[in-house]
């Protein structure tokens, strides 16, 4: 059975070899590194979503503010 891959990283890599080791035969071990390696995850699934929403809000804001010009000249060109 292999570690999961957020288990390698510069914070555990001088541990790595005794992480693979406790990950195998320590079960409360294993449970902790994968509540760790699903926070992980969840976190970069959030942080994906995240960018990609401010990045929707950015480009709505642009949008609302083009139109919004638009507008203003429309009305100006009308009185």
């Known amino acids: 059975m292999l ?4 288990l ?3 914070k555990f890599a001088e541990f790595i070899e ?10 409360k ?3 902790i590194c994968d509540d760790y390696c699903n926070s992980k995850m969840n976190t970069e699934k ?3 979503k995240f960018e990609k929403n401010f990045s929707n ?3 709505s804001e642009n949008l609302s503010k083009e139109l ?5 000249i429309y009305v100006m060109r009308k009185i």
């Open 8 to 10: 390698y990283n510069v």
């Open 46 to 48: 959030y942080k994906r």
């Open 57 to 59: 809000k950015l480009k």
């Open 18 to 27: 005794t992480i693979k080791k406790l990950y195998l035969v320590d079960d």
């Open 68 to 72: 919004e010009e638009e507008v203003l």
């Open 29 to 31: 071990f294993k449970n």
């Open 3 to 6: 570690i999961p891959n957020e």
